[in-house]
C-alpha cells in the first residue's frame, strides 16, 4: 500500500495549516479572535514554532480547551515530530468539538502517516461529510483507497479493489487516474458497462487518452459492440500510429464487422511494424480460412506459429486447415497439440470430435463433441451475463407477482 | 450474313456488329462470373383483395407467443390451377394469463383465414365458408395430401393444439384431429409433412419450441425503465418433435420415441430432403439456442441424429446459434441438398453445404453471406431462383425478436426489410435488395415467408407474414427474358403430392435438382410445384424424377415456359438406382 512519506507528511500538514479552520472562527463566549489564531498559523507555516506555542499557551490559558487553539498545538506537535501527543490533542479537538472538520483531517491525517489505515480512513471521511471542499481530506482519502486497491489488484483481489476504487470515484470524480483504473479493473472483472462508463470519463477529462482509448475498445469488443470498438481503435492508432498493437485490434474489429479487406490491411499494416509477431499473422490465417484459401491460411498460420509455437488458438486453426482438406491423421494432431496448450479451446474439442468421427473413431468423437458442448454452453452462460440478460434466479427481488 | 442485312449501308453494319459483339461480351462475362440482377417484387397485397392483420396480442409480462408470429400457405387447395393463400392468426392473451392457459380465439378479428384466388388474380376471403376459423394461437402451417384423395389437406399447428382439416374437394375443410389424433400439446411451431418410411401415405412431423407456460418471469434489465424483454430461450427446458405415422383410414401414431427422433429441441424450423441421396428423406430442425438437428432416415422406420457429426449442428467455430427458418435445398446444382438456417444479429446466417459424403462445411463467409447477415435476424427463408438463370438465390425475411434490441443495441433494428440474394452460380450471394423494389426498403417485424408462382407468370411470388402486423403479397415483376418450367408432379403408388420426388433438370446450360416439398421457412407451406429456371436454354434435354416409391422416370426434350404436369408411371424408365 503506498502511504505517505513524513516528509510528504509533514508537507502536507504544512498545507493543512494554510486550509485549516482558523480563518473560519466559530462564535461563541470567551473566544480568542480569529485574527490572533491566523497570526499563530502564520507564525506556525513560516517555522517560527516556539512562538506560536507561546501565544497558544496563552491563548489557552484564559480559554481553557479552545477546541482551535489545541488543534494548531496537535500541528506543532506534529512538526515537532511528537505523533503521540498530537494523536491526543486532535483526539481532545473532536471530541470537544465533533463537527470541526479540521480536527478529523488532522486526526485523519496523522493516522494515515502512522499507517493506521482504517482509522485514517474513518476520520477522514468524516472531515469530508462535514465539509465536502476540503481537498486536504479528500486528496489524502483517494490516496489511501487508491494505495488499497494496488494492494487488492497485485493479491489478485479485484472485486475489493473494484470496491475501493469505485469509492475513491466518489471523492474524485474528475481525477482520469481514478477512472482508469477502476475502468481497467472493471474490465479484468467483465463488468463491462462500467468500464465502458469509466473509460469515456477519462476520455472526457484528457481527450486522448491512448490507454484509455485501447481499453475502452476492448471492452467494446467483449460487448460484440464492434463497430464502437472500431471506432476507439481507429482513434488508437492515429494517436500512437507506430503502435503494431493498435492496427491488429483494429483489423480485429474489421473482422468481426465482416469488412475482411480493410481488416486484411490493418493486419498487415501492424505486420509490418512489427514482422515477428504471432497475432496479425494468426488473424490473418483466419480470414483466409473463412474465404477457404488453405495455402494462405496455412502459410499465415506457420508464420504465426514460428513466433509461438505452442499457441493453441494457432494449432487449432491450423488443425481446420488440416481438416477442411480432409487431412484427418494431421489434423487430429494439430488439435491435440493445441489441447496441450489449452484444455478449455472449445473450437479444438468441436474439431476434434469432427475429425475423430471422419476417422471413425465414434467414442472418441462423442467425448470430445461433448466437452465441446459443455463448454460453448458456459460461454453462452458468460456471454449473456455479459449482456445482463437479468434471469429470474438473479432478479429474485424484481420478480413480478405472479399471475393470479 | 441475310438477304435483309445486306441492305443495310456498310457503316451501320459495322456499327451493328459492334454492337452484337459488345452484347456477346457482356453475355459471356455474365455467363462467367455472374450478374447482379437485381429483383422486382411489388406489394400487391391491397391490389389483390387481401386484408389481414395477424393478431400477436401482446402484453406487458412479454409472453414469448407474442413475438413468434404465425405462418403462411400458398397452396391450390379447389384444384382450380391457381395459387390460394392460408394465414395463420393468433388469439387474444389476457395480462396476466394464468399458467396452463390455451388461448383460444373469440371472434373474427383472430379466426385464420383463408383467400381464394378467383381467375381475374384478385382474392376473395374465404374462411368461413370453408371452415377453416380456426381454433386457437395458431402458429405452423403444412400442406398435405395426407389421404391421397387429389385435395390439398392443412395442419394447422398452434399453441397447446393443433387442428387437421381435411379437403373435402367441394370447397370446405373438415376438422378431423381428434379421429386422426394429431392434436398433439406443447407449443407447436414448424410442421411438415413427409413420407418418410416409403408408403405411399404422408406422415406429419411437427417442431416444438420449448416446455413453456404462461409463467410471469421478469426478463430484462430492471434498472431500466420500460425495460422489460422476452425471456431467452435457455431458461425453459427443451421439447422433443413429435411425428405422426400416418396408418391410413385417417388414422395416425405418434412414433417420435419409437423414431429415435424424440431429442429434446427448441424447434423452430423444419425443412426435409434426402442429404445423402439413399432414398429416404431426411429431417432437418432449425432449433434456437442450441444445435441443430440433422435427423438421418436409417430407411427402417427409424432416425439417428447426426447433427455435429455432419458439421451442420454449430456453425464454422463450433458455435450453437439461433436457428428459426430453414431451407434444405441445392444451392450449387451439384445434385446434392445444401442447408441455410437463418438466426440472430450477430450470428451470421447459417449456410451449410453439402460435401457428398455425408458431411456439410459451413460455408456462410466463403459464400458471401456472413457479411450480408451480420446485422440481420431472419425467420422466413427460402431458396427460388428469381430471374430464372437457373440458380437458386435466396428470399430472407427480418426482424429481431426483441421488440425492445434498439434500447440495447442501437445499431440493430427490431423492424428490418427483407433481404433477396442474388446466388452467384454456387460461388457466392450477393445482396440485390437495394435495387429489387420498395418492398425491400419497408420495415417489417416479418415472420412467415411462403413462396410460389401465385400468377402462373412464370416468376416465383412470395407471400410474407408479420408479427402483430399484416401480410404482404408479393408479385415477382423481375424483367427478364430467361425460360422456365414448373413441374407439377402426380405421384401415383408414392403420395399424390410427390412429396420427397427428386427431380433432375437437364438443359444446354447444365443441370438442376430439386426435391418436391411444401415444408422449409418457418412456420409456412409453400407450393408444392417445382420450378426452374432456365436461362437462356429454351428446351430441356432431360427430366429425371426419382419418385419415393422408387419409379425412376425420364422425360426428354420437353418445351418451356409452362406447367408441365407429370404422373408417376407404372414402373421406371429404364434401370437405374437413385
Same mark, same amino acid.
Given at each position: ?404 | ?162 387442428? /387437421?382439416?381435411? +379437403?373435402? *374437394? @367441394? %370447397? $370446405? !375443410?373438415?376438422? #378431423?384431429?381428434?379421429?386422426? &389424433?394429431?392434436?398433439?400439446? =406443447? ?106 438437428? /440433422?435427423?438421418? +432416415?436409417? *430407411? @427402417? %422406420? $427409424? !432416425?439417428?441424429? #447426426?447433427?455435429?457429426?455432419? &458439421?451442420?449442428?454449430?456453425? =464454422? ?262
Amino acid at each position: 500500500m503506498r502511504i505517505s512519506t513524513s516528509t510528504s507528511g509533514l508537507l502536507l500538514f504544512a498545507m493543512i495549516l494554510l486550509a485549516s479552520g482558523v480563518s473560519r472562527p466559530q462564535t461563541a463566549s470567551r473566544q480568542p479572535p480569529s485574527s490572533q489564531l491566523q497570526a499563530v498559523a502564520q507564525e506556525i507555516s513560516t517555522g517560527r514554532l516556539d512562538q506560536a506555542e507561546k501565544e497558544l499557551q496563552t491563548i489557552l490559558h484564559s480559554t481553557p480547551g479552545e477546541y482551535r487553539a489545541l488543534d494548531l498545538l496537535g500541528v506543532i506537535r506534529v512538526l515537532q515530530r511528537q505523533e503521540t501527543k498530537a494523536e491526543e490533542l486532535f483526539t481532545q479537538v473532536v471530541q470537544k468539538k465533533p463537527d470541526f472538520a479540521p480536527g478529523h483531517a488532522h486526526l485523519g491525517l496523522l493516522n494515515m502517516q502512522m499507517g493506521r489505515t482504517q482509522e485514517a480512513i474513518r476520520e477522514l471521511q468524516e472531515a469530508v461529510r462535514l465539509d465536502p471542499t476540503r481537498k486536504d481530506a479528500v486528496g489524502a482519502l483517494v490516496n489511501i483507497l487508491q494505495g488499497q486497491a494496488q494492494s487488492a489488484s497485485e493479491s489478485g483481489d479485484w472485486n475489493n479493489a473494484l470496491g475501493l476504487l469505485r469509492e475513491a470515484r466518489k471523492y474524485a470524480p474528475d481525477n482520469p487516474d481514478i477512472q482508469y483504473e477502476f475502468g481497467l479493473t472493471a474490465l479484468r472483472l467483465s463488468l463491462l458497462e462500467d468500464s465502458i462508463e469509466a473509460f469515456q470519463q477519462v476520455l472526457q477529462l484528457r481527450k486522448h487518452d491512448a490507454l484509455a482509448l485501447y481499453n475502452l475498445g476492448r471492452a467494446f469488443m467483449e460487448l460484440s459492440k464492434f463497430d464502437e470498438a472500431r471506432q476507439q481503435f481507429a482513434e488508437y492508432v492515429r494517436v500512437r500510429p507506430d503502435d503494431p498493437a493498435g492496427y491488429c485490434a483494429l483489423g480485429m474489429t474489421l473482422a468481426a464487422l465482416e469488412r475482411t479487406h480493410e481488416a486484411r490491411e490493418q493486419f498487415e499494416r501492424s505486420i509490418a511494424l512489427a514482422p515477428t509477431q504471432s497475432e496479425s499473422y494468426y488473424r490473418l490465417g483466419l480470414l483466409d480460412l473463412e474465404s477457404k484459401d488453405y495455402e494462405a491460411a496455412s502459410q499465415n498460420l506457420r508464420h504465426a506459429l514460428a513466433s509461438s509455437p505452442k499457441n493453441a488458438g494457432v494449432l487449432t486453426a491450423l488443425g481446420k486447415v488440416e481438416f477442411e482438406q480432409k487431412h484427418y491423421p494431421e489434423a487430429a494432431l494439430l488439435l491435440q497439440q493445441a489441447m496441450a496448450d489449452d484444455e478449455s479451446l472449445r473450437e479444438a474439442h468441436y474439431y476434434l470430435g469432427l475429425t475423430f468421427a471422419r476417422l471413425g473413431r465414434k467414442q472418441e468423437s462423442t467425448e470430445q463433441l461433448e466437452i465441446a458442448s459443455r463448454l460453448e454452453h458456459e460461454e453462452a452462460q458468460h456471454r449473456r451475463t455479459l449482456l445482463r440478460i437479468a434471469e429470474p434466479a438473479a432478479v429474485g427481488s424484481q420478480m413480478l407477482p405472479a399471475a393470479k | 450474313m441475310t438477304k435483309r442485312d445486306s441492305l443495310l449501308p456498310k457503316n451501320v453494319r459495322a456499327i451493328r456488329a459492334l454492337l452484337i459483339f459488345n452484347i456477346l461480351a457482356i453475355q459471356c462475362s455474365g455467363a462467367l462470373y455472374g450478374q447482379n440482377t437485381p429483383g422486382h417484387f411489388i406489394d400487391a397485397t391491397q391490389k389483390l383483395g387481401i386484408q389481414f392483420r395477424q393478431q400477436a396480442s401482446p402484453t406487458s409480462r412479454k409472453y414469448l407467443p407474442e413475438t413468434m408470429g404465425s405462418g403462411v400457405a400458398l397452396f391450390d387447395y379447389d384444384n382450380d390451377g391457381r395459387l390460394d393463400i392460408f394465414l395463420g392468426n393468433g388469439a387474444p392473451i389476457d395480462d396476466p394469463t394464468p399458467k396452463r392457459t390455451i388461448p383460444k380465439k373469440t371472434g373474427p378479428k383472430y379466426w385464420n383465414r383463408l383467400y381464394h384466388q378467383k381467375s381475374d388474380g384478385t382474392f376473395e376471403d374465404v374462411t368461413e365458408r370453408a371452415g377453416l376459423t380456426g381454433f386457437g394461437y395458431s402458429t405452423g402451417v403444412a400442406v398435405g395430401d395426407y389421404d391421397n384423395d387429389g385435395f390439398e389437406d392443412l395442419y394447422v399447428a398452434g399453441y397447446g393444439r393443433g387442428t /387437421l382439416y381435411h +379437403n373435402k *374437394g @367441394d %370447397g $370446405t !375443410f373438415t376438422d #378431423v384431429t381428434d379421429s386422426a &389424433g394429431v392434436a398433439g400439446s =406443447g407449443w407447436m411451431t414448424s410442421a411438415a409433412w413427409i413420407d418418410y418410411d416409403n408408403d405411399g401415405r404422408l406422415d406429419l412431423i411437427v417442431a416444438r419450441y420449448m416446455q413453456w407456460d404462461f409463467d410471469d418471469i421478469f426478463c430484462g434489465n430492471p434498472e431500466k425503465k420500460d425495460f422489460r424483454s422476452y425471456c431467452h430461450p435457455d431458461l425453459f427446458k427443451p421439447e422433443s418433435v413429435l411425428l405422426f405415422h400416418n396408418d391410413g383410414g385417417g388414422k395416425f401414431t405418434e412414433v417420435a420415441h419409437r423414431a429415435g427422433i424424440d431429442k429434446p429441441s427448441k424447434g423452430l424450423g423444419v425443412a426435409i430432403a434426402d442429404y445423402d441421396r439413399d432414398g429416404w428423406m431426411d429431417i432437418l430442425v432449425a432449433n434456437d439456442a442450441m444445435q441443430q438437428y /440433422l435427423f438421418h +432416415n436409417r *430407411g @427402417d %422406420g $427409424t !432416425f439417428e441424429e #447426426v447433427g455435429l457429426i455432419s &458439421g451442420a449442428g454449430l456453425d =464454422g467455430g463450433g458455435n450453437s446459434f439461433s436457428g428459426m427458418g430453414v431451407d434444405f435445398s441445392d444451392y450449387n446444382n451439384d445434385g446434392w441438398p445444401d442447408i441455410i438456417i437463418t438466426d440472430l444479429a450477430h450470428q451470421r446466417f447459417a449456410l451449410f453445404t453439402n460435401l457428398k459424403d455425408g458431411t456439410f462445411d459451413y460455408s456462410t463467409s466463403a459464400r458471401g453471406l456472413a457479411a450480408i447477415s451480420l446485422l440481420h435476424s431472419g425467420w422466413g427463408v427460402r431458396f427460388l431462383d428469381y430471374d430464372n438463370d437457373g440458380w437458386k438465390d435466396l428470399l430472407i425475411v427480418q426482424s429481431h425478436v426483441m421488440d425492445t434490441i434498439e434500447i440495447t443495441e442501437p445499431n440493430l433494428r427490431y423492424r428490418e426489410p427483407p433481404s433477396l440474394l442474388h446466388n452467384e452460380r454456387g460461388k457466392k450471394f450477393e445482396n440485390v435488395s437495394e435495387a429489387s423494389g420498395d418492398v425491400f426498403h419497408q420495415q417489417w417485424a416479418a415472420r412467415g415467408l411462403a413462396i410460389g408462382d401465385i400468377d402462373n407468370d412464370g416468376r416465383v411470388d412470395a407471400v410474407v407474414t408479420s408479427n402483430d402486423g399484416p401480410a404482404w403479397l408479393l408479385l415477382n415483376r423481375t424483367e427478364t427474358s430467361n425460360h422456365w418450367i414448373t413441374l407439377n408432379l402426380v405421384g401415383v403408388k408414392s403420395n399424390r403430392d410427390a412429396i420427397g420426388a427428386l427431380v433432375r433438370v437437364v438443359t444446354s446450360a447444365g443441370e438442376q435438382f430439386s426435391t418436391v416439398t411444401t415444408t422449409g421457412s418457418y412456420q409456412s407451406s409453400s407450393d408444392k410445384r417445382l420450378h426452374f429456371g432456365l436461362g437462356a436454354a429454351d428446351s430441356i434435354g432431360e427430366i429425371e424424377i426419382h419418385w419415393p416409391s422408387g419409379i425412376r422416370q425420364v422425360l426428354t426434350n420437353q418445351k418451356v415456359d409452362m406447367v408441365l404436369t407429370i404422373t408417376e408411371p407404372a414402373e421406371s424408365s429404364s434401370k437405374a438406382g437413385r
